[in-house]
C-alpha cells in the first residue's frame, strides 16, 4: 500500500449494541450507569443508554489499525468527543469510520479520522500519528 498524502482509506463500519457496552463496562470497570441503564440514562437527560466515550474512540483506533495493518504502530492518539452513541435495546448500531492522510514525513503518517453515527459526528478532531 501506498502511504500518500491525500489517501483516503475505505470505510470501516462496527455495530455497537447493549451487550458490547456491557462487555466494556466490565473490562474497563466503568460502571457507569448512563451506559447500561436505559430509565437512569433518561432521568439525567439522556434520550437513552450512550456508548462509552472510550469504547468510539477504541474502535477509531481498531478503524486504524485496519487500515495500516500493525497496531504496535500507533504513536499517538487524539479525539474530541462530540455526541453521544445512541444505542437502543435491541438494536445494531453502526459507527462508521473514514480517514485521510494528511502529513507523511519520514516513515510517519498522520490520519484525520471522522466517525459518524446516523449520520452524527460523534468524535471531533481526530488524528492518529503512526509508524509505516
Not at 466503568?30 to 472510550?54: R, T, Y
Amino acid at each position: 500500500m501506498s502511504f500518500d498524502i491525500g489517501h483516503e482509506f475505505n470505510k470501516a463500519t462496527f455495530f455497537v449494541n447493549r451487550d458490547k457496552l456491557r462487555a466494556y463496562a466490565d473490562a474497563s470497570g466503568d460502571q457507569n450507569p448512563i451506559h447500561q441503564d436505559e430509565d437512569f440514562a433518561k432521568s439525567v437527560g439522556l434520550p437513552n443508554v450512550i456508548a462509552h466515550g472510550m469504547y468510539t474512540m477504541a474502535l477509531a483506533g481498531e478503524a486504524v489499525r485496519s487500515w495500516i495493518g500493525d497496531d504496535k504502530s500507533i504513536i499517538e492518539f487524539s479525539t474530541r468527543f462530540t455526541k453521544p452513541v445512541v444505542v437502543p435495546e435491541n438494536q445494531e448500531v453502526p459507527i462508521e469510520f473514514t480517514g485521510k492522510i494528511v502529513e507523511v514525513n519520514h516513515g510517519e503518517i498522520a490520519v484525520e479520522v471522522s466517525a459518524l453515527c446516523e449520520g452524527i459526528k460523534v468524535l471531533g478532531q481526530t488524528r492518529v500519528r503512526a509508524w509505516v
